[in-house]
């Protein structure tokens, strides 16, 4: 147990001076993780039932890991062309990895705390890191005052669960709410700080407004990398924190999750229609998928749980894979990220025009890809538990996010090309790419072991 | 034999496939030889079907072929195929205009060859999943996934307002089908199972009356736009006009019966208390789509276009003969499908051939091919006539069977339709002395080369199918003889056995087609069921 918490500690006390010594890092730790998978549903606790380690944490300890692997594959040539090539980069990622491993196992109010802020101020100066460029600077200062502001009031509402329990343990304090009477306005009030805190952090409107302004200005592989490890770590903390504190007053907060689902789908879909930057495109859309995700908890069964597991993995491959063709067509004098600037891809490099197409069917929900697998079981779980009219809201929203997404195909495949200069493809970026196309294809066509995957990690409140 | 009876119908479903991916393996900038790989399997595709032909056992009540194997049991779904009559006659109706399409792009298409043979074979897998899966999950994927090749010829290889009419004919679509998962979900909570098969032998009422009205417009919504009946029809002119021809042969021939499949396979034997609550309102829908669309045909400058509208007039013929809910409703109907897929395609091959050589659509460019063009004037009247309901031509017998079998149920709708079928010789007929009769009055229409081999190869096999329908379509009758039946019966159980003579004696053609020991046969074994 020590052990394998060490090799998660070590990896920042590396200061990695390169890719490779932290993609070593991510490797060993994904061989400690590996280690880790046969254990019981219940989970092992240590450091004074501070942490536990369960299959939740595995599943999600993986797709961190994924993530962290994809994204240091597609810096290395990034940061080459930015001339921003500092080891602090890497350390900085890995740094932000230990706090999603901590996020994602933490059982106590001030381990998730301090995991939480360990990730966000790693990704402060992250997506601040191109010091020279104006859109850079403003998002990430954006981030950080939001991202400080939503801390707070987080912090407000665990200090009102310390208040009620007397302790910061997640078990006792949800042993502490399950007795309080029905409609206690402390608890309440604590549910609404928590979850205004929460939905911070995985950009759910009306909390999203820092999203767009980070993709657009952070560097595209730390877009890539808040956009799917940041999000599937705030969405660690949320299940957690949901499903364990929160399960016994469920329908206090089933209502508001709703609602903030349905919002998200509304705003995300709907803004993104008009939007001509590829990565603030990618930023609404990816706040209506939070709203696809969180319809998951509001149907609240297994199906729904599976769903949601299953939608954060496959999300992490195939929006970090859509990410990583915009970082192929950054190259010297050409930022790449505007619409316009897929122009005729299919000419000039096919293969990133074929990738990207398969990336954006997932996005979209189009067999035989992920993305359709994922809403699938939202929907499944959405009719299983008769909310009609959310699966037909949610189902219709499938429309405007194909029309927007078929702005970027139409961009790639039709226009014609404005500049002829061909893309280059790095070998680092081909792994990447390679892996996130084929993840997506395989959990859109043989889903199974990808749902088994998803299973493995539900931590299922029901039986607690 | 080549393949067994298990391994046939992915033999059938995976040479297209395959094909796209050896294509895939060819670099681009070789045109030829994409060219060659294309037709290549886009004949195998049809010469693996063609086994079918013999083996297919008519008079078997079911599905034959049947391939089950677990696909994704934390779902219960499986990769579950197989064909009955209705499937069977639409399974080769697109291997053949799937090879048709495939041949007549040899010329109209010098851009882009690689990215345009793999999607029409992409899109040959897609069409053919949709009528072979007995899955709903595996039904439903095939059904979304051929959507995109589909955007694809026509936002790439269409003409101008091509990006318009991709997106538009992609949104119309997939607003229908996104509901459709909403029902397929709805079914499985109810039935407890993802396959067809059992929910389709489940005895008679397996949904509450009450949700089979929901479940009914949830698919409906879904085969509406595809078939497209009016008022869901406006994304079809504009896909058509934008496609290249091949597009609008599959899109026509193939493309449009997802729908009227859907409401065979689904609507009908699944919601049977729904659909004749709705019958009424299908029915006028139908009628209007039939006369809307034929008055539409008479004021189009664009011979494309135009053929588009009678494509709305001709399905929605298709739809009154389902919503008829007779046997002979029911078999025409089939029959018209195919009927649409052959004149239909065969229309839009003809003015593909005229687009290759003046590059435009206009009716007013043209005048007097007939002078220069003796032997494309003949097929096309030939064509003309089959799609118009020129008896001995195939296009008769379907228009024939449907409003017999409109008749039995209510005079109305058969005058209604028969007033269509006038209004469709009117504007078929009438394009066509624009086009080829009189003098040459344009003068870059005197010198046109007729039909060359590749045309006569496309075009050919369609002629011959027209008259072989229109004057032998007995083994046709004897396929569809059974599902029909089958379809029928959950309406009207006493069907058969009020009126055991007057299906064979009221109705010539059934009287040569089926043997009275054959119908009698069948009806003894339901009885016994």
């Known amino acids: 147990m020590a052990i394998l918490l060490t090799d998660f500690l070590l990896e920042k006390e590396q200061k990695a001076w390169n890719a490779l010594t932290a993609l070593l890092g991510v490797f060993f730790s994904g061989v400690a993780l590996w280690k880790l998978r046969g254990v019981p549903q219940g989970g092992v606790s240590g450091f004074d039932n501070s942490i536990v380690v369960d299959p939740f944490f595995v599943f999600f300890g993986f797709i961190f890991l994924a993530a962290t692997a994809l994204v240091i594959l597609l810096s290395v040539k990034y940061l080459e062309i930015e001339d921003e090539h500092h080891g602090e980069y890497y350390a900085l990622m890995l740094f932000s990895a230990v706090g999603m491993m901590f996020l994602a196992e933490g059982n106590d109010l001030v381990v998730l705390f301090l995991a939480l802020e360990t990730m966000a101020i790693a990704f402060y100066v992250l997506s601040g890191f191109l010091r020279r460029d104006r859109r850079s600077n403003e998002g990430a200062l954006k981030y950080l005052l939001l991202g400080a502001f939503s801390s707070g009031v987080l912090a407000y509402g665990f200090s009102l669960l310390y208040g009620m329990a007397g302790s910061t343990n997640l078990d006792t304090i949800a042993d502490a709410v399950a007795v309080r009477p029905p409609r206690d306005f402390l608890l309440l009030l604590s549910l609404a700080t928590v979850a205004a805190g929460l939905f911070f952090k995985i950009a759910a409107v009306p909390f999203h407004q820092w999203a767009p302004d980070v993709y657009e200005g952070a560097p595209t592989p730390i877009a890539a990398y808040i956009s799917v490890a940041s999000k599937a770590a705030s969405f660690a903390l949320l299940l957690r924190i949901f499903l364990t504190i929160y399960w016994p007053v469920r329908v206090d907060w089933v209502g508001v999750v709703s609602v903030v689902a349905v919002a998200s789908m509304t705003l995300g879909n709907l803004a993104a229609i008009t939007q001509t930057n590829l990565k603030r495109l990618l930023a609404y859309s990816s706040i209506g998928h939070v709203g696809y995700i969180l319809l998951g908890l509001v149907a609240g069964n297994t199906r729904g749980l599976q769903g949601m597991a299953f939608y954060i993995l496959t999300y992490a491959f195939f929006n970090a894979g859509a990410f990583a063709v915009i970082t192929v067509l950054r190259r010297k004098d050409i930022i790449g990220d505007e619409l316009d600037d897929l122009n005729g891809l299919i000419e000039r490099n096919p293969a990133a025009a074929v990738l990207m197409l398969i990336f954006v069917l997932s996005l979209a929900g189009i067999p035989p890809t992920a993305g359709f697998i994922g809403k699938l079981l939202i929907f499944w779980a959405l009719i299983e538990t008769n909310h009609y009219i959310l699966a037909v809201i949610a189902v219709l929203y499938i429309l405007p996010a194909v029309y927007y997404y078929f702005r970027i195909i139409a961009h790639m495949w039709v226009r014609e090309p404005g500049d002829v200069s061909r893309p280059h493809i790095s070998p680092g970026q081909v792994v990447a790419l390679a892996t996130a196309m084929a993840v997506t294809l395989a959990a859109g066509i043989y889903p199974e072991p990808f749902l088994r995957f998803a299973s493995y990690s539900l931590m299922l409140p029901f039986g607690r | ?529």
């Open chain 2, 1 to 529: 034999m080549l393949f067994s009876d298990s391994q046939i119908l992915n033999a059938i479903l995976y040479t297209p496939l395959v094909g796209a991916l050896i294509l895939l393996l060819i670099p681009r900038g070789q045109g030829a030889v994409h060219r060659w790989v294309g037709n290549l399997f886009g004949f195998l595709g049809l010469a693996v079907s063609l086994p079918l032909l013999w083996r297919f056992r008519i008079g078997e009540t079911g599905f034959q072929f049947v391939v089950d194997k677990q696909w994704i049991p934390s779902i219960g779904a499986h990769y579950t195929l197989g064909i009955d009559g209705i499937s069977f006659v639409l399974v080769m109706l697109t291997t053949l205009l799937g090879a048709i399409a495939i041949l007549s792009s040899w010329s109209a298409i010098r851009k882009r060859e690689k990215e345009y043979y793999i999607l029409l074979l992409l899109l040959q897998t897609g069409m053919l999943g949709a009528f072979m899966s007995l899955d709903f999950v595996l039904f439903y994927m095939f059904w979304e996934v051929m959507l995109v090749p589909m955007y694809f010829l026509i936002a790439v290889w269409g003409s101008e307002r091509r990006l318009y009419a991709a997106i538009k004919f992609f949104l119309y679509t997939l607003a229908g089908s996104v509901l459709m998962l909403l029902g397929i979900l709805a079914i499985y909570f109810t039935a407890h199972t993802l396959d067809i098969r059992t929910v389709l032998a489940a005895p008679h009422p397996l949904f509450s009356v009450h949700l089979q009205k929901w479940l009914f417009w949830a698919f409906f919504f879904a085969f509406a736009i595809k078939v497209p009946m009016f008022p869901f029809h406006t994304w079809l002119p504009d896909a058509h006009t934008e496609a290249p021809t091949a597009g609008s042969v599959i899109l026509a021939g193939v493309l449009l019966k997802m729908g009227t499949y859907g409401f065979m396979r689904f609507s009908l034997p699944m919601f049977p208390d729904a659909t004749l609550a709705f019958r009424g309102i299908m029915i006028v829908l139908s009628l209007i789509g039939i006369i809307y669309g034929a008055l539409v045909c008479m004021m189009q400058k664009d011979m494309k276009r135009l053929i588009a509208y009678s494509s709305v007039s001709h399905m929605a013929f298709c739809t009154l003969g389902i919503f008829a809910l007779t046997p002979l409703g029911l078999t025409g109907s089939i029959i018209q499908q195919l009927n649409h897929g052959i004149s239909t395609g065969g229309l839009f091959l003809i003015v593909g051939v005229l687009y290759e050589r003046r590059h435009t659509r206009k009716i007013s460019e043209f005048g007097g091919l007939a002078t220069p063009m003796p032997n494309f004037a003949a097929i096309y009247m030939i064509i003309t006539l089959s799609s118009l309901g020129m008896p001995l031509l195939n296009g008769f017998i379907g228009e024939f069977a449907i409003l017999r079998g409109a008749f039995e149920v209510n005079k109305a709708w058969a005058a209604w339709g028969v007033v269509g079928i006038v209004l469709g010789a009117a504007y078929l007929l009438w394009l066509y002395q624009r086009v080829m009769f009189g003098n040459v009055t344009n003068p870059a229409n005197e010198s046109l080369p007729d039909l060359n081999a590749r045309e006569y190869a496309t075009l050919i096999p369609l002629v011959l199918l027209a008259f072989w329908i229109g004057i032998y379509p007995a083994p046709l009758f004897r396929v569809l003889d059974v599902p029909v039946r089958q379809l029928v019966i959950r309406y009207d159980p006493e069907y058969y056995r009020a009126q055991p003579v007057t299906p064979v004696s009221a109705q010539p053609t059934r009287a040569l087609l089926v043997p009275p020991a054959d119908a009698h046969s069948v009806g003894a074994m339901e009885r016994g069921n």
